[in-house]
């Protein structure tokens, strides 16, 4: 059976301060039973520090971005490498903020997975399509392209998950419905099934992405293929994300019982 995974994107938030309240706020509502995976990508500043606060729990770090080169001249880059030196178990590749504000694109992006696996540590990419897409029925089309722009079969699917993340959902407080979500993860499974085969595809995990919160995680992590949750504006708050963790395990602890 495949674990939830809830995972916190930080972004572009919190100084030392402020991390630090946030942590302990998580910390003190972390479920100790461990039905969940659990794991937070603070800004790279907040990593060592981070990666403190959270020893002795079952809590994963990760970056929020990587380079695909292990050194070198890439001024303001941070190297796969670098990120496991700071404590780092995985890294987000592909976010839609990456491919929109920064123009990172499928051969970019390609590489990122590449290194980052190369270096170790377990990549959650993320796909998702635009508004516009959606509308004109072509999310299919852009997500099935953007998976095979980088997970390919020489790849060690074991430390790949996926994460759709909408664009339109990112940030706006309107997200996919759970039909939504379900219809976008199975397409991306039987895509992973063309790649590697059954036997992965029923292992890999498929997060969503998108204006999840505490009051909508409940239906989105009953689909059957949704695995977890990527979370951006509602991982600020303790609360909130601990709720999330909680509607995660709650899930689990459902499924086990059946
Ligand atoms: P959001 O962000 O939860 O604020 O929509 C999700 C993400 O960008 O990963």
Same mark, same amino acid.
């Given at each position: 059976?495949?674990?939830?995974?809830?995972?916190?994107?930080?972004?572009?938030?919190?100084?030392?301060?402020?991390?630090?309240?946030?942590?302990?706020?998580?910390?003190?509502?972390?479920?100790?039973?461990?039905?969940?995976?659990?794991?937070?990508?603070?800004?790279?500043?907040?990593?060592?520090?981070?990666?403190?606060?959270?020893?002795?729990?079952?809590?994963?770090l990760g970056?929020?971005?990587?380079h695909?080169?292990?050194?070198?001249?890439?001024?303001?880059?941070?190297?796969?490498?670098?990120?496991?030196? !700071? /404590?780092? %178990?995985?890294?987000?590749? &592909?976010?839609?903020?990456?491919?929109? $504000?920064? +123009? =990172?694109?499928?051969?970019?992006?390609?590489?990122?997975?590449t290194?980052?696996?190369?270096?170790?540590?377990?990549?959650?990419?993320?796909?998702?399509?635009?508004?516009?897409?959606?509308? !004109? /029925?072509? %999310?299919?089309?852009?997500? &099935?392209?953007?998976?095979?722009?980088? $997970?390919? +079969? =020489?790849?060690?699917?074991?430390?790949?998950?996926?994460?759709?993340?909408?664009?339109?959902?990112?940030?706006?407080?309107?997200?996919?419905?759970?039909?939504?979500?379900?219809?976008?993860?199975?397409?991306?499974?039987?895509?992973?099934?063309t790649?590697?085969?059954?036997?992965?595809?029923?292992?890999?995990r498929?997060?969503?992405?998108?204006?999840?919160?505490?009051?909508?995680?409940?239906?989105?992590?009953?689909?059957?293929?949704?695995?977890?949750?990527?979370?951006?504006?509602?991982?600020?708050?303790?609360?909130?994300?601990?709720?999330?963790?909680?509607?995660?395990?709650?899930?689990?602890?459902?499924?086990?019982?059946?």
């Amino acid at each position: 059976m495949r674990r939830k995974l809830i995972a916190g994107n930080w972004k572009m938030h919190n100084t030392l301060p402020e991390a630090r309240a946030l942590m302990h706020g998580i910390r003190e509502r972390l479920d100790t039973s461990r039905a969940v995976d659990v794991a937070v990508f603070p800004p790279y500043t907040l990593l060592y520090p981070m990666g403190k606060e959270i020893a002795g729990t079952p809590i994963q770090l990760g970056g929020q971005n990587c380079h695909y080169e292990r050194k070198g001249a890439f001024t303001g880059e941070i190297s796969p490498a670098m990120l496991v030196a !700071a /404590g780092c %178990t995985c890294v987000l590749v &592909g976010h839609s903020e990456r491919r929109h $504000i920064f +123009a =990172e694109g499928g051969d970019l992006l390609s590489r990122k997975v590449t290194a980052a696996l190369d270096a170790g540590l377990h990549v959650i990419y993320c796909v998702g399509e635009k508004l516009e897409q959606r509308q !004109a /029925g072509q %999310t299919e089309h852009v997500i &099935g392209r953007q998976c095979s722009e980088a $997970i390919h +079969a =020489e790849l060690d699917a074991s430390r790949i998950t996926l994460a759709y993340e909408p664009v339109w959902a990112i940030g706006t407080g309107h997200n996919a419905t759970p039909e939504q979500a379900q219809a976008a993860h199975q397409f991306l499974r039987s895509r992973i099934e063309t790649v590697f085969g059954p036997h992965v595809a029923a292992q890999m995990r498929i997060v969503y992405g998108g204006s999840v919160k505490s009051s909508n995680a409940a239906g989105l992590l009953a689909q059957p293929d949704v695995d977890g949750a990527l979370v951006g504006g509602a991982c600020l708050d303790a609360a909130e994300f601990a709720a999330i963790m909680a509607a995660a395990a709650a899930g689990s602890a459902g499924v086990l019982a059946r």
